[in-house]
């Protein structure tokens, strides 16, 4: 047997899977040539090591709320009616635990600054964070500066350019050293700062993904009628030609802002963005459309009583978080009614019921919102 | 049955006594599952997740690929398991799955650049490797990762997943040899770094 046919069986030889008289044969070899003893030798060496490496790994995220909510999307119906499934509202312990959420932000954004050190003192990534834009992927024809990409070269993302993806393109983007972009047809998106703490993009129309590792509120995207704040996360953000646009928000937490209102939309919820008022009501991603068109309209400030007649018909598919930021955003009879109808979802705890929850101040919303374990407020 | 062997030796050895034990105990927690208990599946996707994002990380060298796998696994083996049918232990029905799907995915998805360094790094937090040996591991998972595709899909579904050439070939539609020939070339790149 010569050198390079032990050389090909080294693999087998170690796993003993050789037939016996190839095994025999392997066996032989080795004994009177040295340097097929030197590549064993390796071999059971690089063996050892790979042994040692862990057979399970940590996702630096949680990616359990993304599976929930997407099982949520697709679970029949017959199993969504299920007695404990998907934490229904007549659940007495709801899916989420009251106590791990506000652990689970802590924890998440102690993890996020770790793995931000970590990633900066990494002499492969002393770079990163300071040249890191840049356009990985293309599939179809986008533009850079006006330019048109060709794939599958790197280009670097410069501030104040616009990258533009026209109809079938999509483009993937490396996002400044914290994470991953995605942008979708007929998107258009600049980067205004790179830098610092920051990195701050526009998305002028379109959609993107971003799958984001980066402490909180290091990443912000800015759209014209609302501000998404990144708090640890991945989510799809989408911006229609009138300047409307959604959030659906897959992993953790972002936070929307316009000059008015604040809104901090968890995992597994979505909430659109209306032009000229800002953040909407969010909701659980997947909730039927009339009930998110109804919200549409409570968002507009529509005084009908239809509006309000009709989601509180829908009780049952408002979440607990939907009804408490209908809450806020109410005031005079309304507000009573929602504060009833949360209180009997939801009850409020027993500090909050002695105050009186006619008061309803923020004070007091803020504490009910905490009860419902959905986030520690930020 | 050497695969056996080596799967009993890289992880705890445990007794057909707390098998058992482990199987009844996971089969209680399916039932509950297939009767639509969400928590339930919480707790599989606790007892199991790690291992399947393992196997996704190394596949694909992409952090967040691999996350989208590992979610795309759970989901499917929700939509799935019916099909579960308790013939082998569900960790097992679970890896086969995830490898189903990985590789399924690497064939149809475009060809992700990958940021090798981030997925070493990824690997880095959390783990439990030896104190004396974390440099040797860091190493190794970057070594890894930086394979040329086909290369690393091989050492990691034989080397790390206890799979046989023939398993393989089948599963990436090669031959045997070719299966064999990638994996010496794996190993020839990742000797040098223990060197």
Known sequence: MKCSDVSSLIADFQRGTLEEDRQNAVREHLKRCESCRAELAAAKKLA????????????????????????????????????????????????????????????????????????????????AGRDGWYVQAVEGSARLSGELLVAPDAFELQEQSWLETESGARAWLQAGGVGHISLAPNSRLRLLKSGGDQQRLELQRGTLRASISAPPRIFIVETPSATAVDLGCVYDLSVDAEGSGSLAVSIGWVELINSALRVVVPGGFSCRIHNGLGPGTPYRSGSPVELTQWLDRFDRNDE?????????????????LTLWYMVKRSVGPARQRLIHTLDSLAPAPRELREQGLARGDSAMLNKWLNSLGYYSWP | MHKLFLKQHRERRISSS???????????????????????YRELYQRH???????????????????????????????????????????????????????????????????????????????????????????????????????????????????????????????????????????VLLREVLQ
């Open chain 1, 304 to 320: 009908d009583s239809e509006v309000l007649d009709n989601l509180l018909a829908r009780a049952g598919e408002l979440d607990k």
């Open chain 2, 18 to 40: 707390e098998q058992s034990d482990i199987r009844s105990a996971e089969s209680a927690t399916i039932a509950r599952v297939r009767a639509g208990d969400m928590r339930a």
């Open chain 2, 49 to 187: 997740g790690r291992r399947v994002y393992a196997l996704c990380l190394r596949m694909t060298a992409d952090r967040a690929w691999a996350e989208e796998l590992t979610q795309d696994v759970f989901v499917r083996a929700w939509e799935r398991l019916d099909g579960f049918r308790g013939e082998a232990a569900f960790g097992t029905w679970l890896h086969r799955l995830s490898v189903n799907l990985v590789l399924t995915a690497m064939r149809g998805e475009r060809r992700r650049q990958h940021n090798t360094a981030a997925a070493a790094e990824a690997m880095s937090p959390g783990t439990s490797y030896g104190e004396k040996d974390v440099a040797v591991a860091l190493d190794l998972e970057r070594a890894i990762a930086a394979l040329p595709e086909r290369a690393r899909m091989v050492f990691v579904l034989y080397d790390i997943e206890g799979f046989t050439h023939a398993e393989i070939a089948s599963m990436l539609g090669l031959a045997v040899g070719t299966s064999k020939g990638q994996l010496h070339r794996a190993r």
């Open chain 1, 48 to 127: 050892a090591a790979t042994a040692q490496l862990p057979k399970s790994l940590a996702p630096q995220q949680d990616l359990w709320p993304g599976i929930e909510a997407r099982i949520a999307r697709a679970v029949p119906k017959d199993k969504a009616q299920a007695p404990q499934a998907l934490g229904a509202a007549d659940d007495p312990r709801p899916l989420r635990s009251k106590r791990l959420f506000p652990l689970l932000l802590a924890a998440s954004v102690v993890l996020a600054a770790a793995l931000l050190i970590f990633w900066q003192m990494s002499p492969d990534n002393a770079d």
